[in-house]
């Protein structure tokens, strides 16, 4: 059974930074594609980053590319997400995602494993 747990979400102001964990125990981290969504009130959740396994390419939706970086740490088992020049509109619960899926996938269904979600604010 794979466990995702986040963490490092809180308050920040805008244009401000945070980088969210999420720390991964089960089976091989690296064998995993990993990805980040979100999800704000009243909102679908939505696809954020994507981290491929073995290959580490990445990908990001549009309203954050050049503003937040996925990475990983195999070692760790542990996934990132660096959030720089926060916007009001990137206020949202913050999940990360595990799949052996190869190629990049931006629906929620396309995911086996979720964690329990770290809230991010960010103030005007």
């Known amino acids: 059974q794979v466990q995702l747990v986040e963490s490092g979400g809180g308050l920040v102001p805008a244009a401000g930074s945070l980088r969210l964990s999420c720390a991964v125990s089960?089976?091989?981290?690296?064998?995993?594609?990993m990805s980040w969504f979100r999800q704000a009130p009243g909102k679908e959740r939505e696809f954020v980053a994507f981290?491929?396994?073995?290959?580490?390419?990445?990908d990001y939706a549009d309203s954050v590319k050049g503003r937040f970086t996925i990475s990983r740490d195999n070692a760790k088992k542990t996934l990132y997400l660096q959030m720089n020049s926060l916007k009001p509109e990137d206020t949202a619960v913050y999940y990360c995602?595990?799949?052996?899926?190869?190629?990049?996938?931006?629906?929620?269904?396309?995911?086996?494993?979720w964690g329990q979600g770290t809230q991010v604010t960010v103030s005007s």
């Open positions: 995602a595990a799949g052996t899926t190869w190629g990049v996938a931006r629906r929620p269904i396309d995911w086996n494993y």
């Open positions: 089960g089976r091989t981290f690296s064998t995993y594609s």
């Open positions: 981290i491929r396994r073995n290959t580490d390419s990445t």
